[in-house]
Structures are given as C-alpha cells and as structure tokens.
C-alpha cells in the first residue's frame, strides 16, 4: 500500500518518503518566510538541516518555532568533490532524527544540488538502492539535479566496505540514469533567481 505524502504548496520543498522532506531555504519576505515555515511545521517537520554555507535562518527559525531542531551544515555548491565527512555527520544527524520519530527538511538555497545531494546519502544509509533511490528523489523534486550523488555513492561503498567492483557498477548505473535523466539546470537556476525579490529582513523584528 503507497503511502500519501504530505504536499506543500508554499514552502520550497517536496516529501521524498514520509519522514524526509528536500527543499530550498526560506523566502527572502518575512511574512512569506513565516507562512512556508508554518506549513512545514503542520506538514510534521521536526528538524531542519541546512547545508547552505552562505546562510543560516537557525535564530529566524528558533524565534518563531523554537520547537524545531536545527543544524547548521553548510557545504559550498562550487562542483567540488564532498569529504565523506560531510555525508557522515548529515546522515548521522538525520538518523538521530529519524529515530526519535522526528521528520527532517534538508534544504539547500535552491533545493538543486546540495540538499538533493544528502537526502540521497540519507536514502543509501537506510538501505535503498542506488537507482530507486535518485528515481525517489527526482519523482519528488523534478528540478532535483543531486550533483554530488557520485560522492555520496562513493562514500556509501566506503561506510559499508562495499568492494572496488560493486562501486564502478553502481557508478555506472548512475552515470546512465544521469544520461537518461538530464534536466536542464540554467533554466533552473534562472527561475529560482527571478522569484528572489530582497534581501533577508527577519533580523528587524
């Protein structure tokens, strides 16, 4: 029997399974900003783990619904290759999590690459397949471009001793999905520029 997820229609971000959640940060308007995180908080969100390196809405977040964990774990997003430490300590966090019946939004400023990105290092650790796992995720967020899905996978086959040869397959079966499910990331990110209007201003109130 499939599960329903939860559906958002203001906040920036989409269910992948009913305990994790991936998305882009906040709006830059308060009131719209307060109205996205209202609804994550109704929809069940419980953590948020942010891996932006460029901004943080930890005290926006704790002002207004102290109630919600949040970790702070910012990465850049520059097609760097990830340290596994990275992966680890998100993953980690999002199991804690998971385990204490919380649910988690891993954002990232688009919802693109970085977030995308360690929802599917989450996916992996909790046993899922290579494929069906970035299918979830796309299926999810169709503008989901997980750049860093090669290093989680590599990380993956590290954390659990897989061997040199399972790791080229799966490599391999993700290169060709990529190749099979291209999106087309400058209209992407040209969209999400045009629906920046300001600045940040939930530092005034």
Same mark, same amino acid.
């Given at each position: 029997?499939?599960?329903?997820?939860?559906?958002?229609?203001?906040?920036?971000?989409?269910?992948?399974?009913?305990?994790?959640?991936?998305?882009?940060?906040?709006?830059?308007?308060?009131?719209?900003?307060?109205?996205?995180?209202?609804?994550?908080?109704? #929809?069940?969100?419980?953590?948020?783990?942010?891996?932006?390196?460029?901004?943080?809405?930890?005290?926006?977040?704790?002002?207004?619904?102290?109630?919600?964990?949040?970790?702070?774990?910012?990465?850049?997003?520059?097609?760097?290759?990830?340290?596994? #430490?990275?992966?680890?300590?998100?993953?980690?966090?999002?199991?804690?999590?998971?385990?204490?019946?919380?649910?988690?939004?891993?954002?990232?400023?688009?919802?693109?690459?970085?977030?995308?990105?360690?929802?599917?290092?989450?996916?992996?650790?909790?046993?899922?397949?290579?494929?069906?796992?970035?299918?979830?995720?796309?299926?999810? &967020?169709?503008?989901?471009?997980?750049?860093?899905?090669?290093?989680?996978?590599?990380?993956?086959? &590290? &954390?659990?001793?897989?061997?040199?040869?399972?790791?080229?397959?799966?490599?391999?079966?993700?290169?060709?999905?990529?190749? #099979?499910?291209?999106?087309?990331?400058?209209?992407?990110? &040209?969209?999400?520029?045009?629906?920046?209007?300001?600045?940040?201003?939930?530092?005034?109130?």
């Amino acid at each position: 029997m499939q599960t329903t997820l939860p559906r958002l229609d203001v906040a920036n971000a989409d269910f992948v399974t009913p305990a994790l959640a991936i998305g882009g940060d906040l709006d830059p308007t308060l009131f719209r900003a307060l109205e996205q995180l209202d609804e994550l908080v109704d #929809a069940g969100v419980t953590h948020i783990l942010d891996v932006r390196i460029e901004g943080s809405d930890a005290e926006f977040v704790a002002r207004h619904h102290p109630e919600i964990a949040y970790l702070h774990h910012g990465v850049d997003d520059a097609g760097q290759r990830i340290p596994d #430490a990275w992966f680890e300590e998100g993953v980690r966090w999002v199991t804690m999590a998971s385990e204490a019946r919380g649910v988690v939004l891993v954002h990232c400023h688009m919802g693109v690459n970085r977030g995308p990105s360690l929802g599917y290092a989450v996916l992996l650790a909790q046993g899922w397949d290579p494929i069906e796992a970035v299918d979830a995720i796309r299926g999810a &967020r169709p503008v989901a471009a997980l750049a860093y899905a090669a290093d989680a996978l590599e990380w993956h086959h &590290r &954390r659990t001793g897989g061997t040199t040869t399972a790791l080229r397959r799966d490599l391999r079966r993700l290169a060709v999905w990529r190749r #099979a499910n291209d999106v087309e990331l400058g209209n992407i990110v &040209r969209q999400v520029m045009r629906d920046e209007r300001q600045v940040p201003t939930w530092e005034v109130l």
